[in-house]
């Protein structure tokens, strides 16, 4: 299928692409469209023969339930049902923003959309592309994140388009994504609500508006028979480049001096490196090739150039991607979560 491409930016938006985004939304088609944690590739969640179309243009595992997405807080109601009093205070604080509530469904959402669960994961994001395109189709949007099933999300059009284009009718770029990894995740269907998913909204923050909540413990660790995370999407291969990925962890100048031991085994060993540092350590691998997330005093721009520059390394066809790890406090324990899935958990403690 041709792809119809329309570029525009949050403060002058294009009236025309919005249009048309939305009336091919609402002939049951798919639009990927910008939001503040990762490009999100949307159809009516209404719409069962829609929905299906993303899972089929994704190559998604057809058990993993969608999020979503609304322009207005009133909108959650007709979606779902039975909301508790902390789902509500998390919504009054954190919508719109990077975060995801899972609440308990209302019938008029269909079980391909929440993949048979009888609850749903319903987000009002902050960006003003998506915003529209929801308002002016005037229906719910389901989106995951507009990438190939199990590679690292988008934060930018040129990678929907990478992925996407000819699978879906229309593409809508805008700003890049601000945030650069998902939403969090809080499941309000359980007491107290437990986050299923780490993202820029952090359990400090959350812990502001709820009494008690906590992260499902099994979300930091590599999966297993007994410890199987709650979100079903979490389980996959995920955030993946087509490079290995491997996680260097602990003092930093021992996490330096061990990745230039192996960096230069892999080269002696004819395999091209790519390794993630900082901008505090950059300056200290004498190989391969090398790029800095960003400076260790600010995690937000760390998270935000995460999947990007995964991205740029699978650009450069790099076999071993050689990664620092990070603090897991603040948006460092989303950073760690999606680099560890990368990973595969590949984690050398030093
Ligand atoms: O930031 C985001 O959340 C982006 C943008 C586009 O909004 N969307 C996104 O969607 O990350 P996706 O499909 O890539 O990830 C959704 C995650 C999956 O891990 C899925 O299993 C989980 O949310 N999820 C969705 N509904 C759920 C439910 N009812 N219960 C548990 N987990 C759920
Ligand atoms: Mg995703």
Do not use: W
């Not at 297993?224 to 979100?231: D, G, I, N, V, Y």
């Not at 960096?263 to 505090?280: F, H, P, R």
């Amino acid at each position: 299928m041709k792809t119809e491409v329309f570029i525009m930016e949050e403060d002058s938006i294009d009236v025309k692409g919005i249009k048309r985004g939305a009336e091919i939304i609402n002939n049951g088609g798919l639009v990927a469209f910008p939001t503040e944690t990762v490009y999100g590739l949307g159809a009516n969640a209404l719409d069962e023969e829609a929905v299906k179309k993303i899972f089929i243009a994704k190559g998604r595992p057809q058990d993993n339930p969608l999020i979503v997405h609304v322009n207005k807080k009133e909108d959650i109601y007709n979606l779902t049902q039975d909301i508790s009093e902390v789902a509500k205070k998390i919504i009054d604080e954190f919508f719109p923003g990077p975060i995801t509530v899972i609440l308990n469904k209302s019938t008029c959402i269909p079980n391909v959309t929440s993949a048979g669960l009888d609850t749903i994961g319903i987000r009002m994001p902050k960006n003003e592309i998506a915003l529209k395109i929801i308002e002016e189709s005037g229906v719910p949007i389901a989106a995951p994140s507009a990438n190939i099933s199990g590679r690292p999300s988008p934060t930018d059009v040129k990678r929907c388009v990478e992925d996407l284009n000819g699978r879906v009718e229309c593409i809508i770029g805008g700003n890049n994504s601000i945030v650069g990894v998902e939403s969090t995740i809080v499941d309000c269907t359980v007491e107290p609500p437990c986050i299923l998913r780490p993202g820029k909204v952090t359990l400090e923050e959350l812990k502001g508006v709820c009494e008690e909540i906590y992260i499902d413990p099994a979300i930091m660790k590599k999966p297993s028979e007994t410890l199987k995370p709650k979100a079903p999407g979490m389980k996959y291969r995920h955030y993946a480049p087509n490079a290995q990925v491997k996680i260097i962890k602990g003092n930093l100048d021992k996490t330096i001096a061990k990745i230039n031991e192996m960096l230069l085994n892999y080269i002696d060993e004819d395999k091209t490196v790519g390794i993630l540092a900082t901008d505090e350590t950059k300056e200290n691998y004498k190989e391969g090739i090398v790029f800095s997330l960003g400076s260790r005093t600010d995690l937000n721009v760390i998270a935000k150039n995460l999947f990007e520059t995964l991205r740029t390394l699978d650009d450069q066809k790099v076999d071993i991607i050689l990664s620092e790890a990070f603090d897991e406090v603040g948006v460092g324990v989303a950073i760690m979560n999606r680099l560890n899935k990368s990973a595969g958990f590949d984690i050398i403690e030093v």
